[in-house]
């Protein structure tokens, strides 16, 4: 099956520092990838879409200066806090959909966990 | 009015009960239904995908889709307490947006 890597799991930083999340997909390419945040007991909620080689769309609301995603291949995205601060802290999850699929299935990695400091 | 609406529960079932799990939708162009497994701190895992109406089976899993209701479900026959978890059901008209529910946490007691 389709298998999405988030990197790291979890990370702990000091506040103003930036962290970086990386999204693979491991056995396929992925055109578009999508970025949520998701808080305790509550839904995903989406970020941003990320396209291979053009800029990201983000949702009303989210800072793109404050949530720099690059999707440079067809295997990778990041996502860049920049400037993290203490509110910044949650649970940071990718997904991918399969280049060219009519399909419509969405995969998701494994989360990563940040905590500002 | 919400795009997709789930009860979040919870709910908590007896090992080896039927679980139905169910979502709503109100934009009838929705053709892509899918059913996520949550477990906490982890990311979701696609557990079921269909496309149109119908229902498909999987193990012990059955999906139905009921476009003349806008209404889906999610059955787990005969759940273990490893079926303890959250589950969201999402929606995609073309594939390029998807609409999420707010996910039912579901506990099954051994």
């Known amino acids: 099956g389709a298998v999405v890597s988030q990197h790291p799991s979890w990370v702990i930083c000091k506040s103003g520092t930036s962290v970086k999340i990386e999204c693979r997909s491991l056995d396929f390419q992925a055109t578009t990838m999508f970025w949520y945040r998701q808080f305790p007991k509550q839904s995903l909620m989406l970020m941003a879409t990320?396209?291979?080689?053009?800029?990201?769309?983000?949702e009303q609301g989210v800072e793109k200066d404050k949530f720099l995603i690059n999707h440079a291949s067809l295997t990778l995205s990041t996502l860049t806090v920049t400037s993290a601060h203490p509110e910044d802290s949650s649970f940071y999850i990718c997904?991918?959909?399969?280049?060219?699929?009519?399909?419509?299935?969405?995969?998701f990695g494994e989360g990563s966990r940040l905590t500002v400091l | 009015q919400k795009e997709v609406e789930q009860d979040p529960g919870p709910l908590s079932v007896p090992e080896g009960a039927i679980v139905s799990l169910n979502c709503t939708y109100s934009?009838?162009?929705?053709?892509?239904f899918m059913w996520y497994r949550q477990y906490s701190r982890k990311g979701p895992e696609l557990l079921m995908y269909?496309?149109?109406?119908g229902n498909k089976e999987d193990g012990r899993f059955t999906a139905q889709v009921d476009k003349s209701s806008k209404y889906i479900s999610l059955f787990i026959r005969d759940s273990q307490p490893s079926d303890s978890a959250t589950y969201l059901c999402a929606m995609s008209t073309t594939g390029n947006q998807f609409y999420f529910g707010t996910g039912t946490s579901l506990t099954v007691i051994p």
């Open positions: 934009n009838s162009a929705f053709q892509y």
């Open positions: 990320s396209n291979e080689g053009s800029k990201a769309t983000y």
């Open positions: 997904s991918a959909r399969v280049r060219w699929s009519t399909s419509g299935e969405l995969f």
């Open positions: 269909t496309y149109s109406s």
